[in-house]
């Protein structure tokens, strides 16, 4: 009779973390998954308003401005340069942070013209440099 307790009991507990672990998971996927779009789709499309997105493009030159810890600053494609978005962040600015750096962006879209970003990560161009010399034929090997 107590060997049944036992499993029981164990049935119980392994039940309800189960619960647990599935609801934690159900609730910090729908907060986090933000899918890549292009800036002319969430400024075209007002139903991504209020939703997470990701989006990323070159930043602005002299578009920087800096208020304290807040960063305001706007991104446009590479190929559309009207197509842009101003981008709102209060993080640690990444060390390749400037003009004409590829930047994406992670955050809350709070209008059709603004991100609210929780996450900032730029491109390193010197990742780039070896391969656009070899493709301008300018390598010392």
């Given at each position: 009779m107590a060997d049944s307790r036992s499993k029981?009991?164990?049935l119980i507990v392994t039940g309800i973390l189960l619960v647990v672990v599935g609801y934690m998971i159900y609730s910090s996927a729908g907060q986090s998954t933000a899918y890549f779009k292009d800036i002319n789709e969430?400024?075209?499309d007002s139903t991504y308003?209020?939703?997470t997105v990701k989006v990323g493009g070159l930043v602005l030159k002299d578009?920087?401005?800096?208020d304290g810890k807040t960063v305001t600053f706007k991104i446009y494609e590479k190929d559309k340069a009207h197509s842009q978005i101003?981008?709102?962040y209060s993080g640690q600015l990444p060390s390749q942070f400037g003009s004409d750096i590829e930047?994406?962006?992670?955050g809350k879209l709070v209008s059709q013209e603004r991100i609210e970003?929780?996450?900032?990560?730029?491109?390193c161009p010197s990742k780039y440099e070896g391969e656009?010399?070899?493709e301008k034929g300018k390598t010392d090997e």
């Open positions: 029981i009991r164990l969430v400024t075209a308003v209020g939703k578009s920087v401005k800096k101003t981008v709102v930047a994406i962006v992670d970003a929780d996450r900032l990560v730029t491109k656009m010399k070899k």
